[in-house]
Structure formats: C-alpha cells, structure tokens
C-alpha cells in the first residue's frame, strides 16, 4: 500500500515492502566473524552486523517490512515501528529539556497530541508564539507552533495553551476526524468498537468518533479495552492513530491539514516466483524474477497474466537455533515483451499463498544437487576460515614474540611481558575461533542436511525463513 514521504522518512528507509520491498537504513557497522555456517549464531556469512539496526519481525514469519503498509491478517509492524521511533523521540526530547519522566502508557497531553500531529505529518509552517503557558524553553514549543499554525490544535480564550493538560479521547478524536475525509458511516449512530459501546464520548463528539471509527485507524491499536473505557487515551495510542492514518490514507498537506488524509483503493498484482529465495542461501544483492498469475494495471498500462517482474534481495538475518530468520526484497519493475514500468516504492507485499501441491518431481530432481551444494560449501568454508584463523593468529602471535623480545632487551621488561601476555591471548581467542568455526560447520552440515529434506518432504514449514516458487504473493501499493 501506499505510504505518505513523511512515513518514508520516519521509518529511514530506502524503499520496502511487506516481508518483501524494502532497504532499512541500519547505520550498523561490520564485525568480522568467523562462523562457518551463519544459522548457528545468525550471522549474515562472515560479518555480523551490529549497532542500532532496529529490524523489525511478525511473530516467526518471513516478513519484516521496513516500509511495507499492510500485512493482510497480520499485525501492521510498520506502523507498530513507526511509533515506537516517535516514542523514542519524543522521549528523548522530554528527557533533554528535563520535561519529567516519559512513558508511552501515560495519557495524552494536549503537548503531546501536537509533537505526535506535527512531526508525523512533517508541518513547516509556524505560527507566532501567543500563549502565555509555552516559553521559548517549553520542550514541545516548536510541534505546538506548527500545530497552530496547521489549525491542529487550538488555545483556550484566556491565552493559555495549557500543554500540559491531559486531551479527551473525544478531543483526539475530533482532531483526527478533522483530518480525515471518510464517507460511508452512520455519524449518528451510538460509537461501538471492538463489539463494546464507547464511554465518555459526549454528544459533541459522536459524529468525530464514529468517523474514526469507520477510518480503521483503532483496529490494530494497542490496549483496546482501555480505548473504549477510558476518558484518556496513552500517547502511545494516539501516535498508532496518527501512523495507521499515514499508512491507510493518501496524505497531501499542501493546501493545509484539514481533510489532508483520503481514502483510496490499492493496486495489487499477483505474482509466483521463478525461484527460491532462502534466508539461509541468499545474500544481499541477489536479483530474481517472478510471473504475475492475473492481469494488471500499473501506473496505467495494463500487463497480462504471464509478465515478467523483476526484484533484488535487499536484506537477510540468517535463521538460527530458536530464530527462524528472514529476507528482505524489493520489487523493482513489471515487464511484458517492449512495455516495463517501475513499481512506486510503496509498493508492499500482503498475502502468502502455501499451495498444497507442491512439484514433487523438481523438488525430487533439485533436492540431492542442493543437498552436495550446500553442505560442500559449508565444508569450504570451514576449511578456508579455519586456514585464515590460523594464518592470523601465527601472524600476531609471531609478532607479538618479536615485540617482546625487542622491549625486554631495549630495556622495557614490563611492556616485554605484556607483548607475551597479548601473544598468550591471541592464542586463546585463535583456538576459541577454531573451535567455533569447526563447531558451526559440522552443525551446518546437519543442518542444510535436514533442511533440504524439510523442504521437500513439508515446504510449508519453510516460510518461516524463505520465499517459494509454489507460494503466491500479492504486491499492494
């Protein structure tokens, strides 16, 4: 589905997708390994990325959409990261101004409605500082100024903003409501959600509530319980509000916020792959191709059944003990014969279809040759990795001697000692890394061993950490 740039920028990203179209922007820097075969510690090959990668999974399925919108009968972990960043901002921000604890189960202040609308929505304009209540050094001054200036959110009559005030649900719901454009709903009708009627909404408020109502931006939205019986509503809820708004709805504030978010229908083309991606084989970069099963229509021209789509590997965490793993891809084009047309780079994956007749004969054919393939290339790299270790090591080790010999004879006997005591450790962690390395391979063996006959004996179970060529997904954007 479709995202808003502002949500692009939040979530720091390239481009996405659901379980698959995306590039996450990890900020991690490489830390080399010496893993043989990467499932057993989930390394991605020799390197383990480290640092503030904020990888995202659903549950113990393949997708982890960095950008993707929606996961049909999935919970949206986009829009769940993307709250947990604006928590992690506003958090930090409250902390630099020493604004008092944050915490996201907290109920809504009016300060807070105005960082969440205002940053998520990425409003420039300000308006001139007029209430008394927010000073120069008020920890949020800059969100309420581009929330006046927007018409978000208004002050009391006696020039006060009162940022700290806690917001009604009814008032965060009217202030959504004024935001968004929804058509088809009964404003008059008693609010129900989750099968419950909802409490301290006032007469003023009905219409508002049963528009965000009937949005759908409440379905995924955590502590349901609390939203229908609760005045207030956490700040952590109403950021869900404003995310699940950006991912549902087109977003344009160019001409100003009020009815700023429409609702649109999505594009979807259905496609098989032409070959298996493996969170355990693949590595970043690899290209791929899959066949649309249906017709479709993308940014205008149509494409039958049978055109080609094209696509690249943008991510893997390799699967490991008590951690299935998963890839990352992103579609790049739609081709047939001299017509090819770019996907837009919302473009998201949904739904997985398992089929439930697989092509026993290529997985009968293909599983011996994958069988040698594999487990000889973990042999390899045992073999090959063991070698650099031992090369390294003697290497440090034999200079580590030579250094001490040179200090203890110029005279510096303790800086001697200390080059032997680093020429003991490198030794350790030499042998340790051996140990490792010869450890990771005999288990990889076994390991790509009784996957390959996982995988021909019962696909199903492989999704966990793999794209199939008997699975249909559904591109949505």
């Keep these: 589905m479709r995202l808003s740039k502002e949500i692009l920028a939040t979530l720091g990203v390239v481009c996405l997708t659901s379980g698959i179209a995306f590039a996450a922007d990890c900020n991690t820097t490489t830390d080399v390994q010496a893993y043989a075969h990467p499932t057993l510690f989930s390394a ?71 960082y969440i ?113 609760a005045e207030y509503l956490t700040i952590e809820q109403v950021s869900y509000m404003l995310n699940a708004m950006k991912a549902n709805f087109s977003i344009d504030t160019s001409k100003g916020v009020t009815g700023c978010a429409t609702q649109y229908v999505p594009t979807e083309v259905k496609i098989k792959l032409s070959e298996r991606l493996s969170a355990r084989t693949s590595t970043v970069g690899d290209t791929f191709t899959a066949k649309t099963t249906e ?23 390799r699967p490991g003990v008590g951690n299935p793993g998963y890839i990352e891809v992103k579609f790049q084009e739609i081709k047939n014969g001299d017509c090819k047309v770019e996907f837009p780079c919302q473009a998201a994956c949904g739904n997985l279809d398992v089929k439930k007749n697989p092509n026993i004969i290529s997985r009968l054919l293909s599983t011996p040759v994958e069988i040698v393939g594999r487990t000889a290339g ?45 020429g003991i450790w490198a030794a350790g962690k030499g042998g340790a890394n051996i140990i490792k390395t010869c450890t990771t391979g005999v288990f990889g063996v076994l390991y790509e061993i009784t996957d390959e006959f996982k995988y021909f004996f019962v696909p199903s179970t492989t999704n966990d950490s793999s794209l199939n060529p008997d699975e249909e997904l559904t591109i949505r954007f």
């Design 44 to 114: 991605q090959g020799h390197s383990l990325l480290t640092g503030n990668t904020d990888l995202v999974t659903t549950g113990s399925k393949i997708y982890k959409p960095c950008d993707a919108v929606t996961i049909s009968g999935k919970e949206n972990v986009v829009i769940g990261r993307a709250v947990k960043k604006q928590m992690a901002d506003m958090s930090a921000k409250m902390n630099a101004a020493g604004a008092g604890n944050f915490d996201p189960k907290m109920a809504a202040m009016r300060a807070g409605m105005a």
């Design 378 to 422: 973990v042999a390899g790299r045992t073999v090959s990795t063991t070698a650099e270790i031992i090369s390294n090591g003697t290497e440090e080790i034999v200079g580590n001697a030579a250094d001490a010999l040179s200090d203890t004879f110029s005279l510096h006997p303790l800086k001697g000692l200390k080059d032997i005591n680093s």
């Design 117 to 229: 609308v205002a940053n998520g929505l990425n409003l420039q304009q300000t308006a001139p500082n007029r209430y008394s209540d927010v000073t120069s050094a008020y920890w949020a001054k800059d969100e309420i100024d581009r929330a006046l200036a927007a018409d978000v959110m208004i002050g009391y009559p006696d020039g006060t903003f009162k940022p700290d005030r806690a917001i009604t649900k009814a008032e965060v719901f009217a202030t959504f409501a004024k935001m968004m454009v929804v058509t088809g709903f009964d404003a008059s009708a008693t609010p129900v959600f989750n099968g419950q009627e909802m409490k301290y909404i006032p007469d003023w408020a009905v219409g508002c509530t049963n528009e965000v109502l009937a949005s759908g931006i409440l379905n995924g939205a955590p502590d349901k319980d609390e939203i229908v019986n």
């Design 295 to 317: 017709a479709a229509t993308v940014n205008g021209q149509s494409f039958p059944a049978g055109s080609t789509v094209k696509g690249v590997v943008t991510g893997v965490a």
